[in-house]
């Protein structure tokens, strides 16, 4: 069994998904892992840290030959798996929805495509789940993007000089992302308060020490979706959230924007016209600018300034913290292919809950449903 990790092609991305540590344990499992040197550079890792776990560093042709079983963040274009043995497995990131054509691509090659981001939200799967443990980064980092980005202290400081006033901090959208944007924001001292469509989400937020903020006119609406997914709402309740969101967030100095729709551009939560009543020198965090945006105006990677508001987001925000990122991100997979690992074969046999809901391409064809129903 070949498990090959090969440097990532994307622009801006700086993580890698495996580290000496995971290499040493799918090493102990009976596998032999090649590592194209130079992948873990933005993460911190040298090409000798790999060696000396085990791993055999080369060239990228060299590393995916004979592969058996490819690892990635972002999957790879299919030019690059060339060498790799009839029928390999290839688990990473493939935003199935946004890359369609890549899956087919993948699917025409004869590899058996496994995506992460489609691992189901079970107990069983959480050390597996890829997008809660770099979401739980992105909204740490998020946080401190926009302390770093405010013209003002976080926390209320008493001084000779006198009081500086604590930053109000507003999260919406209360996932992964967002209960960590919560926790951080209050251990840097902000006044937090935040909002969800899940109404669930309720205690866990007030857990936090956080204000909930909640439509309450409007009944019957809990926005729970699949898997703990939040779901479209219905414009009656879109209708009283803005009113709601637009009272709030003028009094606001920061807002992280979290909410994302599986399979959906995200939807747009802060508009211009509430930005405008927002205090100059504020600043709006979207963390799903990537995926179209929260927040009206937003761009990837670029500080947009509007009505003195200032409004940021990465394309890629787990990026950002690259050996963190890495390090999560590489556990999720070996504690993946580890929980299906038969030693008498000697490589991973996926069961069919987990395997049927990652598994995008077999036997030439896509044969995942939630693509086939798409």
């Known amino acids: 069994m070949r498990i090959a990790v090969l440097k990532e092609q ?9 580290t000496p540590e995971t290499v040493k344990k799918f090493t102990a499992l009976g596998a032999v892992v090649a590592v194209e040197a130079g992948a873990g550079a933005f993460a911190s890792i040298t090409d000798e840290a790999f060696a000396d776990a085990g791993a055999i560093v080369g060239s990228a042709a060299d590393t995916v030959k004979g592969a058996d079983i490819v690892l990635g963040v972002q999957a790879p274009d299919v030019a690059a798996l060339s060498g790799a043995a009839k029928g390999a497995w290839v688990a990473a990131s493939f935003d199935p929805f946004g890359q369609k054509g890549r899956v087919e691509a993948y699917a025409k090659a004869g590899l058996e495509a496994l995506s992460m981001e489609f691992m189901p939200r079970i107990t069983r799967a959480q050390s597996m789940d890829v997008l809660s443990s770099q979401s739980n980064l992105s909204g740490y980092k998020a946080v401190l993007a926009a302390a770093d980005t405010y013209g003002r202290a976080f926390p209320m400081m008493m001084t000779a000089a006198g009081t500086v ?3 109000k901090a507003f999260i919406m959208g209360v996932g992964v992302a967002g209960l960590q944007a919560i926790a951080t924001a209050k251990r840097l001292g902000a006044q937090v308060s935040a909002t969800d469509v899940r109404s669930a989400t309720k205690e866990q937020i007030q857990s936090l020490g956080a204000k909930p903020i909640f439509v309450e006119s409007v009944e019957g609406i809990e926005g729970e979706g699949s898997g703990g997914y939040a779901t479209e709402m219905s414009d009656e309740y879109k209708k009283a959230q803005a009113e709601l969101v637009s009272s709030h967030i003028a009094k606001q100095d920061i807002v ?7 399979g959906r551009a995200a939807p747009v939560l802060i508009t211009d016209a509430q930005i405008a009543t927002m205090k100059p020198g504020s600043v709006i965090f979207d963390l799903a600018v990537a995926q179209g945006g929260n927040v009206e105006g937003s761009v990837a990677d670029q500080v947009v300034d509007r009505h003195g508001v200032k409004i940021i987001g990465y394309s890629n925000t787990p990026a950002q913290l690259p050996a963190d990122a890495s390090a999560l991100f590489s556990r999720n997979l070996y504690n993946f292919l ?26 030439g064809a896509v044969v995942n449903e939630r693509l086939k129903g798409g």
């Open 10 to 18: 994307a622009l801006g991305e700086t993580r890698v998904a495996a």
């Open 165 to 167: 006033s604590a930053a």
């Open 256 to 262: 992280i924007t979290t909410a994302l729709i599986p």
């Open 338 to 363: 580890n929980a299906f690992w038969d030693k008498e074969a000697g490589k991973p046999v996926l069961d069919e809950e987990i395997g049927d809901a990652v598994r995008l391409t077999q036997g």
